[in-house]
């Protein structure tokens, strides 16, 4: 059903772009446009709600997980606006992963947009890359901090659940459940810490390519 509906609105988003480029009345050009940019919208949220339901398709690639965060420096600040510091402290050397770099990117917008808000009148987000063991499996530890309002616990037993905000009609209730799956598909996982007053930080876990591949 969501790929007949994603269909759908393709076909609306095709039409509503030729006609754009055919008219030159003020008022029709951006009601096309209004039209365009809420298709756009729907678009994206069927991909989300694939990705929330397993039927989302990846493009897995061996990557430098370092050197991806690093790539996206200038995205991040440019997300964060002016009054939030981000603080970069990535491992020494690389850290070989497995994964589709678009959906990271996912991942890392919805992180970055979440610890923004927490902070509305500035801060800092740390951004920390590490190598450890876990159960004598090696994994790629990624830990996104912030110093804004944190979470109670109840808030933070929820916040991967489908649907649940504390965005009120802001929130669609799908960013974090979003990026739990992501990882989850990744054979990895995440953690998270947080305290009223005292921030929060997201720890995700991403399993290292062998040495030898």
Known sequence: MVHRFKDLINVIH?????AQSKVSNDFTKNALDQIINASKRAIYLTKEIL??????K????????????LSMKTTIQALVGENIKV???LFKDSLKVNLDIRAFDEIMTNLILNAKEAMPEGGIIKIKTEKISVQEKQYAL????DTGAGMNEETKQRIFEPFFTTKGTKGTGL????????????KGYIEVESE???GTT???????IDNGL
């Open 14 to 18: 095709g039409f509503a772009s030729i």
């Open 51 to 56: 990705t929330l339901t397993g039927e989302r």
């Open 58 to 69: 990846y493009e897995m690639k061996d990557s430098d997980l370092n050197k991806i965060i």
């Open 87 to 89: 603080i970069y402290d």
């Open 142 to 145: 990624l830990s996104l901090s």
């Open 175 to 186: 960013g974090l459940p979003i990026v739990y799956r992501i990882i989850n598909d990744h």
């Open 196 to 198: 009223l007053g005292k």
């Open 202 to 208: 997201f720890k995700i876990y991403l399993p290292i």
